[in-house]
């Protein structure tokens, strides 16, 4: 039986990144679809990513580089993280743009590209304050120096960096790590590179900070329809979420007053109610922490929250006295007609990023 059920709508991220699009009307859009594309699927998702116009597609692993060429995937693609242990030719053999942070990655690229004898197209990643990937500022020049020596394997395309506070609009990081950018641009292009592609900006960036937008944005999140922070209005910037996760009603009952509700009895009933019991626990994906008349629902548009403890495979709703909610009623975790994933995340102690790649890892046990 389906406890819960997962599905996308491909065409809102397709709308999405259309929206995206207009938000950056000088740049190009990479759609970022690592993670399975946050849990929406990957092949699906980056199809309908370049539908709405995306002409970059980014991934982290090169698993996943591959996996979009083997679906035929065949516009441009940049894949950014791994160690020197990349399996460089067959990525250079399928056209897929490469990161380098590190002279040790560079060297593999170019043994690999010198083999195959084919040039790989590098994007040079720069650590300009987020202490993650990237090459420090300061060990910059020898890295550019290396790929010059190496211009019969390489060709540097790109440059780019990653913000640390871009969903903190105003954060004065923000502004420091542009000008290490700015400052790296300019001693990559000192040496006569031509760089095709400058990139910066993340979802929140691409649509707060149109000053950053340089040549190519990186969105991921607002892909997927989830606002990485409020527009002025403290609307959505006219994103549409595409994850709807579902599960339906079970077991109705009538509980007197004063009855303990689920493990540890954390919950009692604070008069003559109606229980409702939804057979998707921890098990299924549901955050544990959760519990507790945090994880938000609606059944028919109405909202409950999950009374006492999520339990493995199961959970238990106080449904008011007047519920006219009925055994097989679908029970709406994210949708349209529901809460939305930000709900979710405030409710578990997260961000909506977790709760669609986890919701969205589920796709597999729980097919539509
Ligand atoms: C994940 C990621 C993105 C997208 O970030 P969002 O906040 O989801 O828009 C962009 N660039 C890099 C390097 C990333 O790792």
């Given at each position: ?15 999405n ?14 759609a ?5 594309a ?57 056209g ?7 002279l040790?990655?560079?060297d ?16 040079v ?32 395309v ?78 959505d ?23 303990g ?51 493995m ?10 519920a ?10 994210i ?26 890892g ?7």
């Amino acid at each position: 039986m389906t406890r819960l059920s997962i599905t996308v709508d491909h065409g809102a991220i397709t709308r999405n990144v259309e929206r995206l699009q207009e938000h950056a009307p000088t740049a190009q859009v990479m759609a970022v679809v690592k993670a399975d594309a946050y849990g929406h699927g990957l092949v699906e998702s980056g199809a309908a990513a370049r539908e709405g116009g995306a002409t970059w597609l980014g991934v982290a692993q090169p698993d996943e580089a591959l996996a979009l060429r083997a679906a035929g995937d065949t516009g441009r693609l940049l894949c950014w993280l791994y160690g020197p242990e990349l399996p460089a030719r067959g990525l250079i053999r399928a056209g897929v743009d490469l990161s380098a942070s590190s002279l040790e990655v560079l060297d593999t690229i170019v043994a690999a590209a010198r083999m195959s004898g084919e040039v790989a197209r590098v994007h040079v990643a720069i650590d300009t304050g987020l202490s993650r990937e990237g090459v420090r500022p300061e060990a910059l020049p020898a890295l550019i120096d290396a790929a010059l020596a190496a211009d019969d394997a390489v060709v540097v395309v790109g440059a780019w960096s990653h913000l640390a506070w871009a969903d903190r609009p105003g954060d004065p990081t923000i502004d420091r790590q542009a000008a290490v950018f700015r400052d790296a641009l300019a001693v990559i292009e000192a040496r006569g590179i031509a760089l095709e592609v400058r990139h910066l900006a993340n979802s929140a960036a691409t649509l707060t900070r149109p000053d950053l937008h340089f040549d190519l944005v990186r969105p991921g999140i607002a892909v997927y329809g989830l606002p990485p922070v409020p527009d002025a209005d403290g609307g959505d910037w006219g994103l549409t979420p595409a994850m709807r996760v579902t599960a339906s009603l079970a077991l109705v009952k009538d509980v007197p007053a004063g009855e303990g509700v689920s493990y540890g009895h954390e919950y009692t009933t604070p008069r003559d109610t109606r229980l409702g019991l939804v057979t998707a626990g921890y098990s299924d994906g549901i955050f544990r922490s959760a519990g507790g008349g945090r994880g938000p629902v609606a059944i028919g548009g109405r909202r409950h929250v999950i009374a006492g403890r999520v339990c493995m495979d199961q959970v238990v709703l106080d449904l008011g006295p007047d519920a006219t909610e009925r055994p097989g009623d679908e029970v709406v975790l994210i949708g349209a007609d529901g809460p939305s994933a930000r709900e979710w995340a405030e409710a578990a102690g997260t961000i909506d990023y977790e709760i669609v790649c986890r919701f969205g890892g589920l796709k597999e046990k729980h097919p539509a």
